[in-house]
């Protein structure tokens, strides 16, 4: 069985940063891509950042410039790091690891529980 686990979650005032981390652990043959998402209340979740096993990355839009996502693939690990928070960063982070399992041995998406970031004023 495979499992993701967030940390780093919290509240932040805001203009500061915020660091999460998220590991992947189990029966796990291959990750080939971690991602975080965020949703805010009443809100669809969205991207915030994604990073391929061969090191590409995306950022979402609302996050340019104030993110960045990094790996430790031997540690099936991600980290966020979000810079200048904003009150309209405050959601659920979420990781998000499409990966190939001994057991299943095709890649599917696995997701964490989500962790609460809560940025005030």
């Known amino acids: 069985q495979v499992q993701l686990v967030e940390s780093g979650g919290g509240s932040v005032e805001s203009g500061g940063s915020l660091s999460l981390s998220c590991v992947a652990s189990?029966?796990?043959?291959?990750?080939?891509?971690m991602d975080w998402y965020r949703q805010a209340p009443g809100k669809q979740r969205e991207l915030v950042a994604s990073m391929n096993d061969l090191g590409n990355i995306n950022y979402g839009e609302s996050v340019k410039g104030r993110v960045a996502i990094s790996r430790d693939h031997a540690k099936n690990a991600a980290f966020l790091r979000l810079d200048n928070l904003k009150s309209e960063d405050t959601g659920v982070y979420y990781c998000?690891?499409?990966?190939?399992?001994?057991?299943?041995?095709?890649?599917?998406?696995?997701w964490g529980q989500g962790t609460q970031v809560t940025v005030s004023s």
């Open positions: 189990g029966e796990i043959l291959k990750v080939s891509v």
């Open positions: 998000r690891a499409t990966l190939t399992s001994q057991t299943r041995r095709r890649p599917e998406s696995v």
